[in-house]
């Protein structure tokens, strides 16, 4: 960027030739009057308050709307700009309520302060007060409310959806005097399609769009969003030992600010009166309130009965990396077992055998802030604005700055308003979908071959095997056009950098793998990968998930994915811990469940997790929990799981703990501490180490995370250089290994971290689901999130705007199909498939395709996962939870 | 989406400029903007419903509730203004019990004021169904509905 120097009021100023006046002069620390501007959006220039003189021109200009040029003289004030700054300020004054004191925004008000500096005179304006009457405040929405008394038409709500949120909920409606902020249809808020995300509301120069809740915190605490993988950073409110309210970080490079529903109004569970507050041990049938040294005495003395294979502990993607450290070197180092593993076989277990098999390591290879400049991203199998609000912005900003969107998804999913294509396959045909895409690109001989040649191994075998991927049995598979599968291949392989964006959609198949490893064929064909802006992006589902998984919360590696079962690896933890270990891998997530009910384990360990709610095939979950001798669960909330414990111990919040989580971009970011641990509940790596010492255990005498930080940082290469001082401010990326070392920003630059250095293409044929609609049962059922409320909504729930936004399950249904099934908006039904049944409300849509239905998991009076089939991948043992058929009855 | 606008929607391009021109067609055919057309216009142009609720209400030319099989356009041009329109439409009102821009229950008629039809030296005047009735007195406007009730 070149610079120029222009001067303003005398004052010389050096900028960037593409900055406005207004912007140089507020970089400069010069006010010039302004209500419109926001510097996250483009400028509009419609309050008319930051007029200025330039010389050599004549008349006036609009400062926000000029930029600036080599040698411009500037003056920002003078009797005539100040007297037109006066009439225009006196008319918006004649239509602002004039109740300062009391309005939510006095004293941050930028109505204030450019009265102040300008000045009026209240005897004219008041004879132009216009006669509208009094328009009643919407208070529809449960976190803020909209007063249009108040509103000076600034515009910045509306541009602030548009241009920031994507979202487009509000717009100006009528015209002239009656001119109002207004939704489509002039609805209240909350019946529009607003997301809640509240951004217009930390906008608004005035008090038009106010929260509801508005106590000033006392102190704030910088710390990570507990919520989906993203990872934003936030600053917690502190008022006594009470969250009062959160804000985005703007520094943060994650997400500059910007926050989802979840995020800024969702902390209200940490105080929640239901915290679970002293331990519980089960006595005949019943929880009865215990002192922490009954219920870690008996769950030492239960433990040491059941070490070894008749053990398992599932660990938690919630917890901090150095709490899923210390729950898997209890359960290696003092139980002797590696059966231990988290939710992660829930949602991305096939990304890691996947992806390990063809680049050697298992995740996002790019970071978030990379899609700003994708020129193609390939969303397939993620709900991005649902699941991953925050990332969803950025897709919606590189489609702003130029980039092409295809969505390919079962379902209509919001992204597709933004799409350039939008592929919409049948569920679990993704991989014939992606190998039709792959054989357009090979015939029209699309590939990056210097890239293929260099850098990948197995590709003159694997163009042998596209046989069977011929378009019209692509088309016949998937039900998705020829030609769509063929634009969108020719733009996803032309107009590069292209990334593809994947979750569970992709993931939670009984072939997940091979989605996964169709997913990287694409990308190695066409050299979208190893790149900036371009690569294979899964989108981890929960705030910790990558580091629970970096950390060894998985059967057959330790922390840093070293397998168990190599020697090398075992006598490294072996002389770091001073003990002998398993070299046997240990049982999945879901053959524990299994095991248990084969009475083979005989005492869980749970930290953090609702399997009740969120495995497949609940009702066999509830029956195999049932029959454990001796059950712990380590939680917030008494959750349907933790009804089937013996001892269940509080655990504390996000927000009541120092340590580390890992966002789904690799970053290791600090979480700390804002209050005290509610009432007698404890963190869970202090839980774990008592468990441990009171067995008898060395190695668990640590006083705070960042001792458990080092020491597991000590064990992985490739965190060996991240320390709590470096991240103090900004998270670093793995790998890495070095303290000089500045994190890695996309994965794959030089080399695979495959054995060979080199990517390899794997062939794969189409396998279909285990259970497809039948005579019996018609319907296929996938399953997919809400925005507002997050996994077994265990904390959303807790929350009662969350509540109120999404208040029950429903059952998307096509319309052709409610119609065939006489089944209409809010009709409540039985939803039955052979392994169970829910009744649940109807609510007909288009998003759905004909024989495809649709529910959450959020919701335990409607649990959908005692529909589900729990049949898995080979490889990764990941449940099929987006397909399983089901049909309905009217109730 | 009914037929009417996928037959309308046939003539249009689908590009973001059409949109004044695609709510008069769709206005001329069905009398109105409904709310179901006005998403449907969104999703065929490719813009925020919130977009086309804006530009919709802006122009006074577009109504959002069906127009009575009777539909009664009052001038409130200078004219017609100063020869009583005001007391016309108040007279109007009081006989079919709606007010300015509404239509009545049974959809027989409604009422809209416009600036001026055209018609001065006739002043006040009204036009029903493009019928216009001039020189306008309360008992003309009486006579006028009554007439028409019975």
Known sequence: MSKVNINIDGIPITTDSNKT???????????????????????????????VEIEGIRGQAIACKTTVAEGMKVKIDSTEINAIRQTTLELIHANHAQDCTTCHQNNNCQLQEVTAYVGINEKRFERMRKTRPYIDIDTSNPFFNLDHNKCIMCGICVRTCDEVQGVNALDYGNRGFDTVISTFGNKPIKESICESCGE?????????????????????????????????????????????????????????????????????????????????????????????????????????????????????????????????????????????????RLCHAPTVSGLVQTFGSGAMTNSIDEFLHTKTVFSIGSN?????????????????????????????????????????QYPGTDVALLFGMIRVIVDEKLYDKKFISERCENFEAFITTLEDFSLESVEKITGVPQSLIAEAARMYATNGPSSIV?????????????????????????????????????????????????????????????KVNIPANQQKFEAAWGVKLDDKFGITHTEIITEIEHGNIKALYQVGENPVIS??????VKKALSKLDFFVVQDIFMTETAQFAHVILPAASFAEKDGTFTNTE??????????????????????????????????????????????????VTNYAGITYDRIDKVGLQWPC?????????????????????????????????????????????????SLFHYH?????????????????????????????????????????SRRGEVEVKVKVSNICQRGVVSMTFHFFESPTNELTICAVDPIAKIPETKVCAVKIEKM | MCECLETIFKKFKGKEEELIPLLQSVQEEAGFLSESAMRDIAKFLRIPQSKVHGVATFYAQFRFKPKGRKHIMLCRGTACHVKGAPRILEEIENHLEIKEGETSADLEHSIESVACIGACSLAPCITVNNKVHADLTPQKIEALFNKRMN
């Open chain 1, 737 to 785: 290994p070095t303290l000089e070392h500045e994190g890695t920003k996309f994965l794959h630059k030089e080399k695979f971290a495959t054995p060979s250095g080199k990517a390899k293409f794997i062939p794969l044929t189409y396998k279909i689901s285990t259970e497809l609609p039948d005579k019996e049962y018609p319907l296929l059922l996938t399953t997919d999130r």
């Open chain 1, 502 to 562: 994947y979750a569970m959609g992709i993931t939670q198949h009984t072939h997940g793998t091979d989605n996964v490893l169709a997913i990287s064929n694409l990308a190695l064909l066409t050299g979208n990968i190893g790149k900036e802006s371009a690569g294979v992006n899964p989108l981890r589902g929960q705030n910790n998930v990558q580091g629970a998984c970096d950390m060894g919360a998985l059967p057959d590696v330790y922390p840093g994915y070293q």
């Open chain 1, 792 to 832: 077994t909504s265990t904390m959303t729930r807790k929350v009662a705007g969350l509540r109120i936004l999404d208040e029950e399950e429903l059952l998307k249904i096509n319309p052709a199909d409610a119609k065939a099934f006489d089944v209409k908006d809010g009709d409540m039904v039985k939803v039955k």
């Open chain 1, 384 to 424: 991005t604005t649902a699941a991953h609000p925050i990332i969803a912005l950025h897709i919606k900003q590189a489609k702003r700055n130029g980039a092409k969107i295809i969505v390919a998804n079962p379902k209509q999913i919001d992204l597709c308003h933004h799409a350039d294509l939008f592929l919409q």
């Open chain 1, 666 to 715: 690799r970053r290791v970011q600090r979480v700390r501490k804002a209050i005290e641990p509610i009432s007698e509940s404890k963190t869970d790596w202090w839980i774990t180490c008592q468990i441990a010492k009171r067995m008898g255990a060395q190695g668990f005498d640590f006083s705070n995370a960042e001792e458990i930080w080092k020491e597991a940082s000590g064990l």
């Open chain 1, 200 to 344: 217009c509301v930390v906008r608004c120069p005035v008090g038009a769009l106010y929260p509801k809740l508005t106590q000033v915190p006392s102190r704030e605490v910088k710390t990570v969003c507990t919520y989906c993988g993203v990872g934003c950073n936030i600053f917690l409110g502190v008022r006594g030992d009470k969250i009062v309210s959160s804000r985005g970080d703007r520094s943060s490079i994650v997400n500059k600010g910007r926050l989802c529903v979840k995020g800024r109004f969702g902390y209200d569970f940490v105080n929640h009166p239901d915290r679970l507050k002293v331990p519980l041990i089960k006595k005949d049938g019943v929880f009865v309130e215990a002192t922490w040294d009954e219920a870690l005495d008996l769950i030492a003395t239960k433990f040491a009965a059941a070490k070894k294979e008749k053990f398992a502990a599932f660990s938690s993607a919630r917890v901090t990396n150095e709490e899923n450290y210390v729950v898997q070197k209890f359960t290696r180092a003092v139980m002797g077992t590696n059966n231990i593993d988290h939710c992660a």
């Open chain 1, 21 to 51: 006046i207004l912007e140089a002069a507020l970089e400069n620390n010069i006010y010039i009057p302004n209500l419109c501007h926001h510097e996250d959006l483009k400028p509009v220039g419609v309050c008319r308050m930051c007029m």
């Open chain 1, 615 to 620: 495995e497949a095939d609940a009702n066999h």
